[in-house]
């Protein structure tokens, strides 16, 4: 089986095209390079495992393009969505790639904001020490705020 590991020509085109009419709508520059006060506040959810799904790699795939775009992006892990941020997966069994090594990548696509619900770890008996990258750890009751503070939601 084989996964495209990084956007279609077609996608990349669909997001461009979401992020012009998004500013085009808010009266917002269409053209060259956007500023922190013309970009959007992406707030992108990872709710589900790693393997057995896309949705972890849709989801990393539209974090890298939307920085790319000069997005301002926080990534939020919670539910089975922690797993994605776990040390040393080995994917062998499953006949895929691990993508996980690609998480270190976001600091330098200059994304905001890696943040991890401290439940979501508690739960799966997950520490901040078993994670590939630093990640902000925040309580559940300080998720709504996170929520609030974004222009965008995107949930995988």
Same mark, same amino acid.
């Given at each position: =089986?084989?996964?495209?590991?990084? &956007?279609?020509? $077609?996608?990349? +085109?669909?997001?461009?095209?979401?992020?012009?009419?998004?500013?085009? +709508? #808010?009266? =917002?520059?269409?053209? %060259?390079?956007?500023?922190?006060?013309?970009?959007?506040? /992406?707030?992108?959810?990872?709710?589900?495992?790693?393997?057995?799904?896309?949705?972890?790699?849709?989801?990393?795939?539209? !974090?890298?393009?939307?920085? +790319? &775009?000069?997005?301002?992006?926080? !990534?939020? /892990?919670?539910?089975?969505?922690?797993?994605?941020?776990? *040390?040393?997966?080995?994917?062998?069994?499953? %006949?895929?790639?691990? /993508?996980?090594?690609?998480? *270190? +990548?976001?600091? =330098?696509?200059?994304?905001?904001?890696?943040?991890?619900?401290?439940?979501?770890?508690?739960?799966?008996?997950?520490?901040?020490?078993?994670? @590939? $990258?630093?990640?902000?750890?925040?309580?559940?009751?300080? @998720?709504?705020?996170?929520?609030?503070? #974004?222009? $965008?939601?995107?949930? &995988?």
């Amino acid at each position: =089986m084989q996964t495209a590991s990084w &956007f279609s020509e $077609i996608e990349r +085109a669909k997001f461009s095209e979401l992020l012009h009419r998004s500013r085009a +709508a #808010h009266g =917002m520059s269409t053209g %060259g390079s956007s500023s922190e006060q013309n970009s959007k506040r /992406f707030l992108c959810v990872n709710r589900r495992a790693p393997h057995g799904t896309i949705y972890a790699l849709e989801s990393l795939e539209v !974090v890298l393009a939307a920085t +790319a &775009f000069e997005q301002r992006v926080t !990534v939020l /892990f919670l539910d089975d969505g922690v797993f994605q941020l776990v *040390k040393n997966q080995n994917t062998d069994a499953l %006949g895929v790639k691990n /993508f996980s090594p690609t998480y *270190k +990548a976001l600091e =330098m696509y200059e994304v905001e904001r890696v943040v991890v619900e401290r439940e979501s770890l508690d739960r799966r008996g997950i520490s901040e020490d078993d994670l @590939i $990258i630093p990640v902000d750890v925040l309580a559940e009751d300080e @998720i709504s705020e996170l929520f609030e503070s #974004h222009d $965008i939601l995107l949930n &995988f």
